[in-house]
């Protein structure tokens, strides 16, 4: 089939992103043409289009059969000759989904690069195992250091779709960043379902620290983050490397989900609350200046009013500079349906989530309004030349999760050159999301 046009819609995280840029590397050096993922199904023309789904949670899910549904009717239209659908979400309900879509080609699972391109008539080509068609623009790419997960949490269906933990061996790990930040790259963000677990099935002991140390070593690499920092165990050693390295972004992403001990207990998290607390406290002396990410969630079997007081007095107390959240919702196959009350009414879940997430806008403000007046580094992402504004961030956001710090173009020659690189800002304005900067 070389010589086709091919499209692949990525829905969900950025690890699925990976998925997605592993296969079209080796679609496109079969002779494939890559259509940009942003370009219209419908009115377009696309021989093959593969929608790469996620099956998380509901709204995740309601996501990615709008996609399909997208592209069984731009096949019907005749806009799209074969469709294909992989990840996730066909991973698990792939029966169902046969029966209830038809006009879908084939389903794939969430592992199945080498059965699609056996479906399209490709070889895989063993050279470009540690290779990626970037998705992300050229000078950002996520890298992602295992797959699965050996956690427990009741609410997750992860161990059940993606598999158990398997780290990716160093040395390939190593061999994909140099290629990358040969191609350009210059900030490289690690990710994987609990990157903190990196190296215990391979290594027998976490390694993840010995390889953010070596991959500090690669020349063209300026910024270098962590996502999904699982809390429990945490390795208190890669605190000492972001501290004294200039590369590392002072930045970290930690799911803690909750601060009360039932609540943790319930979710089978492997920590408590005063772990939780000594934790944060641990990172903000360890690492000044350090920004924290972090996922709450409200309702969970075991929340009463106490629990989600306990949660809101955290909230406060802590300052998580970047919080998000979400309601419990009972996911099929998981502990927690098979072994817990869904108890807290879903009025009441909508209730606490608007209450928290009302007081982490005014956290996020205050901490935005904090920063005017400085001065920082930032690496633009794009030019919107509809607002006249560069779109950058600085090494406190990460891309497409966090706000961004918007620059003025007026007055600039050509600003659109300036996307991919490095520059010096000053803050003039911030709102509770993105912040407003002048170049300087």
């Known amino acids: 089939m070389g010589g086709k046009r091919v499209q692949v819609v990525t829905m969900g995280c950025s690890k699925n992103r990976v998925d997605s840029e592993h296969l079209l590397v080796q679609l496109s050096a079969a002779g494939f043409e890559v259509i940009p993922e942003g370009d219209p199904l419908i009115g377009g023309r696309t021989d093959i289009l593969i929608i790469n789904t996620c099956g998380f949670i509901l709204d995740a899910k309601e996501e990615s059969i709008e996609a399909i549904l997208e592209g069984v009717e731009a096949k019907e239209e005749g806009s799209v000759e074969k469709l294909y659908v992989m990840g996730c979400l066909s991973q698990r309900y792939g029966s169902d989904l046969r029966e209830e879509i038809p006009q879908v080609d084939k389903f794939f699972g969430a592992f199945s690069i080498d059965p699609i391109l056996s479906e399209l008539g490709v070889k895989k080509n063993p050279l470009l195992e540690t290779r990626r068609f970037l998705t992300t623009p050229s000078h950002y790419a996520y890298l992602k250091v295992s797959e699965g997960c050996d956690r427990k949490c009741s609410y997750c269906a992860i161990p059940g779709i993606r598999g158990p933990h398997t780290s990716v061996p160093m040395e390939k790990l190593i061999d994909e960043a140099n290629a990358l930040a040969e191609s350009g790259v210059k900030e490289l963000i690690l990710i994987a379902q609990d990157t903190t677990y990196y190296g215990l099935d391979l290594y027998r002991g976490r390694t993840l620290s010995k390889l953010v140390t070596k991959l500090l070593d690669i020349k063209g690499i300026e910024w270098m983050r962590i996502l999904y920092s699982y809390p429990a165990s945490f390795p208190e050693d890669l605190l000492e490397i972001m501290a004294a390295s200039e590369k590392m972004c002072k930045y970290m992403d930690i799911p803690l989900q909750h601060s009360a001990d039932a609540v943790l207990s319930a979710m089978r998290r492997s920590i408590d609350g005063k772990q939780t607390r000594a934790l944060v406290e641990k990172m903000r002396k360890a690492v000044p200046g350090i920004v924290l990410r972090t996922t709450m969630m409200v309702g969970h079997p075991g929340e009463g009013e106490a629990e989600f007081d306990d949660l809101l007095s955290f909230v406060n107390d802590y300052k998580i500079e970047r919080l998000g959240a979400f309601a419990y919702s009972e996911e099929e196959g998981t502990w927690g349906a098979n072994n ?46 509809d607002r006249g504004e560069l779109v950058a961030r600085s090494s406190k956001e990460a891309p497409d999760v966090d706000g961004e710090v918007l620059i003025s173009a007026a007055g600039l020659d050509a600003p659109e050159k300036l996307v991919g690189s490095f520059a010096d800002v000053k803050i003039i304005g911030a709102d509770e999301y993105d912040l407003n900067a002048m170049l300087i």
């Open 340 to 385: 817990l009350a869904d108890a807290v009414p879903a009025e009441l879940k909508q209730e606490r989530l608007e209450e928290l997430m009302e007081l982490q806008a005014n956290i996020s403000l205050a901490y935005n309004e904090s920063r005017i007046g400085t001065t920082e580094r930032v690496l633009i992402d794009s030019y919107a030349a």
